[in-house]
């Protein structure tokens, strides 16, 4: 029967198939009895990533998984519950009959789309019944249509449906991506849904460890800045906020950076959007950013611009990416100088903003050096 079921029902420390499937924060998951024998023999590593884990280590029940691996059947899951009066737009027989359609070959394109529908609304209305959802080995079912690229609107459905599972928890949040959730939604943002995958990858990316996993992928920050380059309003104002979500990880800074995103932020920025600025400040922490920042032509008038004009996040951060290009560059410390931006710190050290008032006391240490 093992072999006959999916490689990843199987423990990778084990090899046998998982009967308590539970997620450590590198976002991988293991048989509960195996990681817990691996982490009592002293261990604080994952096995797979070897990156450390906390103390103590956190495992989180993969509730979805147990579920595939309990009800797994070659052709669909079969619901494990029974409605006891057959009532209830949310009962459990209604929940198992709706993923049924989702999982069945037979079913059409329409009546996936309204399941999916039909999910969706009765996610947003009772936030418990996400929980139940996740629980009930749907999101398989879910991740499958998010592949249904020749389907637009079958595709966009089960986004929106994949968003609103993704609300429930950081629990929740970690176990869409270890289900394989990052793939699918990557390659959705090449689609006429990018807009809705990637506020779906922001969701994700809320947890620290998805951070990490998502920024790994080979294309997910390849896609978001090509999503910036030639996407519309709402999709370039989604694939930043995606961004600025990943950016706050280190790694993903210099990831972006090499895909190219400094100069386009910076076109965006001068159009107006000021997500653009924020994504800046972030890339600006790391040397390859900052590098090319001070490459850009007029980049000192653009983030002065948002210091003066900008809303309280627009200034904090056209302050500290100011504060951190200058810092690396005399040449630029003498431009942001020239634009009377010491005088404006010394107004904004007295703003009520901790935040603005911290920033700026820096900035102007920084602009009064020799």
């Given at each position: 029967m093992a072999n006959e079921l999916p490689e990843y029902f199987k423990c990778p420390i084990s090899l046998d198939i998982m009967s308590d499937p539970v997620i450590l924060s590198s976002g991988h998951t293991f048989d509960r009895s195996s990681i817990q024998r691996w982490i009592d023999s002293g261990h604080r590593t994952c096995p797979i990533t070897k990156l450390p884990l906390p103390d103590p280590p956190s495992l989180i029940p993969n509730h979805a998984l147990r579920s595939l691996i309990s009800n797994y059947t070659p052709t669909q899951l079969t619901p494990t519950r029974s409605d006891s009066d057959g009532s209830g737009s949310d009962s459990p027989s209604q929940l198992g009959c709706l993923i049924s359609k989702l999982n069945s070959r037979g079913s059409m394109v329409e009546e996936k789309v309204e399941s999916l529908?039909?999910?969706?609304?009765?996610?947003?209305?009772?936030?418990?019944?996400?929980?139940?959802?996740?629980?009930?080995?749907?999101?398989?079912?879910?991740?499958?249509?998010?592949?249904?690229?020749?389907?637009?609107?079958?595709?966009?459905?089960?986004?929106?449906?994949?968003?609103?599972?993704?609300?429930?928890?950081?629990?929740?949040?970690v176990g869409l991506v270890a289900e394989g959730a990052v793939a699918r939604v990557v390659s959705a943002l090449g689609s006429t849904a990018a807009a809705v995958a990637a506020t779906v990858l922001t969701s994700l990316a809320v947890v620290e460890v998805n951070k990490a996993t998502i920024g790994a992928h080979p294309g997910a920050v390849r896609c978001l800045v090509h999503l910036l380059h030639t996407g519309r309003g709402r999709e370039r104002k989604e694939a930043a906020t995606a961004l600025f979500t990943l950016s706050s990880f280190p790694e993903n800074r210099r990831r972006t950076v090499d895909c190219g995103a400094v100069p386009i932020l910076i076109r965006m920025a001068k159009s107006g959007l000021e997500r653009a600025i924020e994504v800046l400040g972030l890339l600006a922490k790391c040397k390859e950013g900052r590098e090319e920042i001070v490459k850009c032509d007029g980049v000192v008038e653009i983030l002065v611009h948002y210091v003066k004009n900008g809303s309280l996040r627009g200034i904090q951060y056209g302050l500290m990416t100011l504060n951190l290009i200058c810092c690396s560059s005399d040449r630029v410390k003498r431009q942001v100088k020239n634009q009377g931006v010491l005088e404006i710190c010394f107004g904004l050290i007295q703003d009520d903003n901790e935040k603005i008032h911290r920033v700026a006391s820096n900035l102007a240490k920084v602009l009064q050096e020799n």
């Open positions: 529908v039909r999910l969706t609304g009765l996610s947003k209305a009772n936030p418990g019944f996400r929980a139940r959802l996740t629980e009930s080995g749907a999101v398989s079912a879910v991740l499958r249509c998010v592949d249904s690229d020749n389907d637009p609107g079958l595709q966009e459905k089960a986004l929106l449906l994949l968003l609103n599972l993704s609300l429930e928890s950081d629990d929740n949040k």
